[in-house]
T-cell receptor, first 115, second 111 residues
Framework: EADIYQTPRYLVIGTGKKITLECSQT?????MYWYQQDPGMELHLIHY???????EKGDLSSESTVSRIRTEHFPLTLESARPSHTSQYLC??????????????FGPGTRLTVT | QKEVEQNSGPLSVPEGAIASLNCTYS??????FFWYRQYSGKSPELIMS????GDKEDGRFTAQLNKASQYVSLLIRDSQPSDSATYLC???????????FGTGTKLQVIP
């Protein structure tokens, strides 16, 4: 069973506030990802990391930033929240099981509402 | 053309029937293929992985891969109402750092 955690699960916050969404995994996976998903819509990759001190922007432009100081921890920060940031944020991690394999395991998600 | 294409559905099947979900991909270099199930309001859950041409069975689920035709499918036998969810197809190319997800097919199993 995958062990990947996200906190908080739900967050309602006012415009202009700085927020950090936490993601931790205990599987020793090298790769971690952040996705944004609106209800009923597709997943959008916003950031990913393939190891400590390496981060990359994903396919969807995002005003958020990430850091990867420890293997198990991949927080996402919004410096100034706006209503357009209201969405579900999903963290995932993966590690190679076979050559070419990259099974991703998802955390429970953070539902962010910016008022 | 999208890298990974799925019919958005909804696909409606009666309880006990076989549900067939299809996915096509554009990158011939793709090596790894995954099916995820996502219940409404929940996060995606990995249900099947397949890497070689042919069929792979796991319980009521069978994944089928045809690299020559660039499609991968998921069959769900004896469909149950609890199988009602959105099914996401995902594809990865050898050596690439991230997978590409399709937009998902919504499955409704009618009791």
């Amino acid at each position: 069973e995958a062990d990947i955690y996200q906190t908080p699960r739900y967050l309602v916050i006012g415009t202009g506030k700085k927020i950090t969404l936490e993601c931790s995994q205990t599987m020793g996976h090298d790769k971690m990802y952040w996705y944004q998903q609106d209800p009923g819509m597709e997943l959008h990759l916003i950031h990913y990391s393939y190891g400590v001190n390496s981060t990359e922007k994903g396919d969807l432009s995002s005003e958020s930033t990430v850091s990867r100081i420890r293997t198990e921890h991949f927080p996402l920060t919004l410096e100034s929240a706006r209503p357009s940031h209201t969405s579900q944020y999903l963290c995932a991690s993966s590690g190679k099981r076979l050559a070419g394999a990259d099974e991703q395991y998802f955390g429970p998600g953070t539902r962010l509402t910016v008022t | 053309q999208k890298e990974v294409e799925q019919n958005s559905g909804p696909l409606s099947v009666p309880e006990g029937a076989i549900a067939s979900l299809n996915c096509t991909y554009s990158d011939r270099g793709s090596q790894s293929f995954f099916w995820y199930r996502q219940y409404s309001g929940k996060s995606p859950e990995l249900i099947m992985s397949i890497y070689s041409n042919g069929d792979k069975e796991d319980g009521r689920f069978t994944a089928q891969l045809n690299k020559a035709s660039q499609y991968v499918s998921l069959l769900i036998r004896d469909s149950q109402p609890s199988d009602s969810a959105t099914y996401l197809c995902a594809v990865n190319r050898l050596g690439y750092q991230k997978v590409t997800f399709g937009t998902g097919t919504k499955l409704q199993v009618i009791p």
